[in-house]
Nanobody, 123 residues
Framework: QVQLVESGGGSVQAGGSLRLSCAAS????????MGWFRQAPGKEREGVAS????????DYSDSVKGRFTISRDNAENTLYLQLNSLTPEDTAMYYC????????????????WGQGTQVTVSS
């Protein structure tokens, strides 16, 4: 079992930044990939960033590429997502995920999710 707890969400103005954290516990060593996906009201879940735990190879959706950065602190078992140049279109609940599937299209299909952290961007 893996437990994931997100934090760091909040309300910011357009152009602002946030740093999301995901604290992982349990049997995390076997998880091939970790990442973030988001869901806005009335919209489908969207994978935004993925990182392969073995070598740190990352993947981003086109909508966040160049603005968001995913990173992982192996010693602390924590996953991060730095969100820069935020726009109102980034408003969503952001979830951390972990499992065997890598890549933007797959991260949401992984076994373990956190409870989410809300990001709200005002214009």
């Amino acid at each position: 079992q893996v437990q994931l707890v997100e934090s760091g969400g909040g309300s910011v103005q357009a152009g602002g930044s946030l740093r999301l954290s995901c604290a992982a516990s349990g049997y995390t060593g076997s998880q091939r990939c970790m990442g973030w996906f988001r869901q806005a009201p009335g919209k489908e879940r969207e994978g935004v960033a993925s990182i392969r735990t073995r070598d740190g190879v990352s993947d981003y959706s086109d909508s966040v590429k160049g603005r968001f950065t995913i990173s992982r602190d192996n010693a602390e078992n924590t996953l991060y997502l730095q969100l820069n140049s935020l726009t109102p279109e980034d408003t969503a609940m952001y979830y951390c995920a972990a499992g065997p599937l890598c890549g933007i299209g797959n991260i949401v299909k992984n076994t373990y999710w956190g409870q989410g952290t809300q990001v709200t961007v005002s214009s």
